[in-house]
């Protein structure tokens, strides 16, 4: 019988582990899709939008366009919390008309000097941002309650290509504050795990 030897790979001469019943004894390290972004690519941001309810009708809370030729935008989730009640609601296809306040987007990697490339608003105390809504898709709505955070889990599903849009909107009281974080990276357009 030949006498099989599996090296680590990494040129330290140890050889791979086998345990009593004759099994690899594997070690592995996990990196979350994230923490892999963050640490390795430096490009997973957080992006913080609010906005006072001006009166009781839908207020855009925020609004986010990819302008990076090339790069797909992969969010992940987004926070939201509120003091009053509120109805959530997401949309694709809106386009910016006038109004609202830029948007605090930072690295997750505080090291890093990467930023992403976008046009994005928030309504801020205003709650002025107006938005067009001739061609949009519907992502439906939710109730949220006041004091509670609300997490919204994409889980890396929303992928936002070049060019397109993706918006959440507010509907509770006059005075009510809003404020959502959104946690993002970006990849090469079309890119495919």
């Known amino acids: 019988m030949t006498d099989f030897r599996l090296k680590d790979g990494t040129g330290t001469?140890?050889?791979?582990?086998v345990d009593d019943h004759?099994?690899?004894?594997?070690?592995?390290?996990?990196?979350?899709?994230?923490?892999?972004?963050?640490?390795?690519?430096?490009?997973?941001?957080?992006?913080?939008?609010e906005v006072v309810l001006p009166d009781g009708l839908e207020t855009n809370l925020l609004f986010y366009k990819n302008t990076n030729p090339g790069r797909?935008?992969?969010?992940?989730?987004?926070?939201?919390?509120?003091?009053?009640?509120?109805k959530l609601g997401a949309y694709s296809g809106r386009t910016y008309s006038t109004g609202g306040s830029a948007?605090?987007?930072?690295?997750?990697n505080l090291g890093s000097g990467n930023v992403p490339v976008y046009e994005g608003y928030e309504g801020g105390d205003a709650g002025d941002l107006a938005l067009l809504t001739s061609d949009e898709e519907d992502f439906g709505s939710t109730y949220i309650g006041p004091y509670v955070p609300y997490v919204v889990d994409f889980?890396?599903?929303?992928?936002?290509?070049?060019?397109?849009?993706?918006?959440?909107?507010?509907?509770?009281s006059a005075a009510t504050s809003v404020s959502v974080t959104l946690l993002f990276s970006r990849h090469s357009a079309g890119y495919k795990l």
């Open 13 to 17: 001469g140890e050889m791979a582990k």
């Open 22 to 49: 004759g099994r690899l004894a594997v070690n592995a390290i996990q990196v979350s899709h994230e923490q892999h972004h963050s640490t390795y690519h430096e490009d997973l941001f957080t992006g913080s939008f």
């Open 72 to 86: 797909d935008y992969e969010f992940y989730g987004a926070r939201l919390s509120c003091n009053a009640n509120i």
């Open 103 to 108: 948007p605090k987007i930072n690295n997750m």
């Open 155 to 172: 889980k890396g599903g929303l992928i936002l290509p070049p060019n397109k849009t993706f918006c959440m909107t507010a509907t509770g």
